[in-house]
């Protein structure tokens, strides 16, 4: 109805809760399996103090990036299909690192996540974020854009806990180009979308 273009990923990521590894097989009708990853109290909240969400203002029309991958999806490149066999080895293992507990691992993988997306769609990457990631790499163990990187957000995984908002404006006020960046608290919702009817 949105004609966005896009998939069922972002629907299950707000409407199930806490962290999860989602999949379909390919046929229809299409069915999603969620699986949700038991994590302790611990574990969640070591996370949280490493993650961080940056917004950079840097926004495209995410229908345009997928049309892209769709075309060269359907053209069957070698490096595209082994690049999509990729993202789904990712996945995996972030889930397993994040079971764990393995915030370093985390970030690694989702380092290499994001170098496996640009993969797939060219351009999906304005060099202004690829620039910033350069500058925050020190204090980080990696990050990426928020799904395709249309929507302008990144998220990354500092290596020191509770100092990401704090180095990340300085870096935002240190950086010319970072104009627009913003820096937000966040942590995992663990409960997802709740509907709640008042009469």
């Not at 097989?25 to 070591?46: D, F, G, H, Q, R």
């Not at 049309?67 to 995996?92: D, F, H, P």
């Amino acid at each position: 109805m949105l004609t966005t273009g896009g998939g069922w990923q972002d629907q299950v990521g707000g409407l199930v809760g806490g962290f999860k590894l989602a999949s379909s097989a390919p046929e229809l009708p299409l069915k999603v399996v969620t699986e949700k990853l038991v994590m302790s109290k611990e574990v969640l909240e070591k996370f949280n103090r490493h993650f961080v969400v940056i917004y950079t203002g840097r926004t495209r029309l995410a229908r345009n990036i997928l049309q892209e991958v769709v075309r060269r999806w359907y053209g069957q490149l070698e490096l595209i299909v082994s690049t999509a066999g990729k993202l789904v080895e990712y996945s995996k293992a972030c889930s397993k690192a994040l079971v764990e507990g393995d915030i370093e691992q985390v970030g690694q993988i989702m380092h290499m996540y994001w170098q496996a997306k640009k993969i797939m769609a060219h351009g999906s990457e304005p060099s202004v974020v690829a620039h910033f990631l350069a500058y925050l790499s020190p204090y980080i163990y990696g990050g990426t854009m928020a799904g395709a990187g249309g929507g302008g957000f990144m998220y990354v995984m500092m290596k020191e806990p509770d100092t990401g908002k704090e180095i990340v404006e300085r870096i935002i006020r240190d950086t010319e180009e970072a104009t627009g960046f913003e820096v937000y608290d966040a942590s995992l919702d663990p409960t997802g979308l709740c509907v709640q009817v008042v009469d």
